[in-house]
């Protein structure tokens, strides 16, 4: 039943070599998000954390030997929603305006599936949300993307042998194979062993004073024998 079974068109799809994997990404159905369409949704998802916020990806895929690649390299605003801070509502005038932007940007990419936001309820499908994937955006190269910017988790959801579900990793990459690719967040990059300025002297804090405890007991037992 999905909607969007316009095909690609222009040079043959081939997979980005300048990547870097968020995840286990060893599965069948393997996503690519481009680095700069990355940024801007984690950054349109944090604009609004009080209700949920969506976008249509486009994009490329292709199936080989080794599965489903969906690679993502274009997104549009899903402006004119009803939006709450449990639901999103694609309302005709968001579906025209979709549209409309697709056709002029980016013709020759086709719609891979769909972004919205969970701020606060982490990253899953809700009923509704299945029901959405399961009937407008169904077809093998076609994703869920969820965004939580108050928890700062995200995941992508695609069919695996008929059946939706959560993906357990994704690429990130970038046309220009000179150019690093970031992670995600500074929360995943973060060395192990480092603490924060606020924990630190926090940390410090409760040393004094257990040290000021400790020489406190030391002096009365001192005057008591």
Known sequence: ????????????????????????????????????????????????????????????????????????????????????????????????YVHTRHEKRCPEKIILGWHHTHPGYDVFLSSYDMFIQENFFDLPFQTAYVVDPVKDSRGFFAKKEGVISQLDGFFIYDDDNKKPVKLPSAKQTKEKGTVSLPSALLYAGLGLLLLTTLVSVFSLFILLT
Do not use: C
Not at 21 to 44: A, F, L, M, N, W
Not at 48 to 70: P, V, Y
């Open 1 to 96: 039943m999905a909607i969007f079974r316009k095909k690609s068109t222009g040079p043959a799809v081939k997979l980005p070599k300048n990547i870097q994997p968020v995840g286990d990404t060893e599965g069948s159905v393997k996503v690519y998000i481009k680095q700069d369409v990355y940024r801007d949704i984690e950054e349109y998802s944090a604009l609004d954390i009080h209700n949920e916020a969506g976008s249509i990806l486009l994009g490329q895929h292709l199936e080989d030997e080794n599965g489903m690649h969906i690679i993502i390299s274009e997104y549009i605003e899903a402006k004119y929603t009803d939006a709450t801070a449990s639901s999103l509502t694609f309302t005709h005038d968001t579906w025209d």
